[in-house]
């Protein structure tokens, strides 16, 4: 696979943040995804946050599973740590890396596929210890990578390209993330910049579990099973000397809608999604109600948006286990295996 790289050299007039970084700096390599597609704007809004933030790139570990969601932390923070792990098992490599090392900002990008299929119980593992990280599941509600079959995050009823209707309750994470235990619970929708970049710097500053479940729609999918005019259509009755695809580019979805309101929003499928953003007396830290709520406003069809609960006094995964303030990584043989009386003396307390 070919990478293009972006251009180094910056303009001398770009603005700079505290640090004397430009928004350039925050930036990874050229998207590949598919154009008009929610990720890209999310990664854009990860970009703004982190340079609004005045925070170093070095700083910041981004981890990853498998999906087109997965792909993205390649184009956010080119000069961040960055791991990208296997199918649904994101939250398990985040956890071991904070352990060894709790001084970085851990990002864990995954998609609907990746969090509530495969990864489900990594996901809900991860949330009630309390790991001190920014969960950001980019949800399409399909299998990008797999030709857009339902995710397990799918609306019962909604129709597929080739229409199919799913049958299946859906897995909402954002409600499965308060029942776990997660300390920050928010959704925002990946063309909504204005409350998507304060969601993700407050979900940075938070210590302990932050869930942003952000709804980004997939372009890609409108040749249905059918068509004359779509993809496997032309594949099956072509002669040709190689396959090719070609992806209609597609202008970016943004919504713009005061706090209190809703929005129906027109997806480039025809289809519609209705959202509703929180009021602004809405209490975040009362976890039972933010559960109630969800289900109301689910039963009225419409999709919540904003900060749905945050406890601001929580601990992280590290006070939970007692461990040092140092970072593991940093510390010698003779700290790690401090010897067999050291050794004797733990096990007596569990005796």
Known sequence: MTYIAKPKLHHPGLPTNALGFTRRDYEGRISTLCAGCGHD?????????????????????????????SKTPDYFLGQSHGFNSVHGRMPSVLTGANLANRELIYLGVSGDGDSASIGLGQFAHCMRRGVNMVYICENNGVY????????ATADKGSKAKGGAVNTDSPIDLVSLALLMGASFVARSFSG??????????????????AVLDVISPC???????????????????NEAVNKLDFVPAKK??????????SEVVRQHDGSFIKLAKLHPDYDPS?????????????????????????DPDTQDLHEH??????????????????GVDMLETINAEYR
Not at 252 to 261: A, K, L, R
């Open 219 to 237: 372009v890609t999918f409108n040749n249905h099973a059918g068509s004359t005019k779509s993809f496997d259509f032309v594949r099956d009755h």
């Open 321 to 338: 286990l007692g461990t040092v303030d140092a970072p593991l990584n940093r510390m010698t043989e003779d700290d790690l295996c401090p």
């Open 286 to 310: 009362n976890r039972v109600a933010a559960l109630t709520y969800l289900q109301e406003r689910e039963a009225a069809g419409e999709v919540v948006t904003g900060l749905l609960y945050i």
């Open 192 to 209: 909504d910049k204005k409350q998507l970049v304060p969601l993700i710097k407050a979900a940075i500053a938070h210590r302990g579990s």
């Open 144 to 151: 990008g990578l797999t030709k857009g079959q339902f995710s």
């Open 41 to 69: 704007s999310i990664s854009a809004a990860l970009i703004q946050a982190c340079f609004e933030l005045d925070i170093e790139p070095h700083r910041v570990a981004k981890l990853s599973g498998i999906g087109c969601s």
């Open 252 to 261: 970016e979805i943004t919504v713009d809608y005061e706090p209190g309101t």
